[in-house]
């Protein structure tokens, strides 16, 4: 009996474990726009004593941010990988986000195939 209460435990928790709703990270690239380059960008954040948050939510939103600074006249980042890593420290644990993907930017209409694309290709 007592094994059969620590499966149905195990199983109701595996079940119930954090999950969330897709999000949308940056806004929609638009119908037209010119490939800048790879860039990258990084947010960091920690839990102090393993449990109280310093900047952890905002994490993917400076990584995006950090990415769009590194490439001048980038509007957006399309294709876009993500990585996460994370190490103890003596107090905490410290998590990163790291991302990297194509910068572009808006172009009023195609004109031409250098390096121009519509999203829906």
């Known amino acids: 009996?007592?094994?059969s209460l620590c499966v149905s435990l195990?199983?109701?928790?595996?079940?119930?474990?954090?999950?969330?709703?897709?999000i949308l990270v940056a806004p929609r690239p638009p119908a037209h726009y010119e490939r800048l380059g790879t860039t990258r960008g990084e947010g960091c954040g920690a839990l102090l004593l393993t449990f109280i948050?310093?900047?952890m939510n905002s994490r993917l939103e400076r990584a995006y941010a950090d990415a769009l600074q590194r490439m001048p006249g980038a509007t957006a980042v399309v294709d876009v990988d993500l990585t996460e890593t994370?190490?103890?420290w003596v107090v905490g644990v410290n998590h990163c986000t790291m991302l990297e993907g194509i910068a572009i930017r808006e172009v009023q209409s195609p004109s031409g195939s250098s390096g121009?694309?519509?999203?829906?290709?």
């Open 53 to 55: 948050p310093i900047e």
């Open 1 to 3: 009996m007592r094994r």
């Open 86 to 88: 994370w190490y103890w």
């Open 116 to 121: 121009q694309k519509s999203p829906s290709s």
């Open 10 to 22: 195990i199983a109701l928790a595996s079940s119930i474990g954090c999950a969330s709703e897709p």
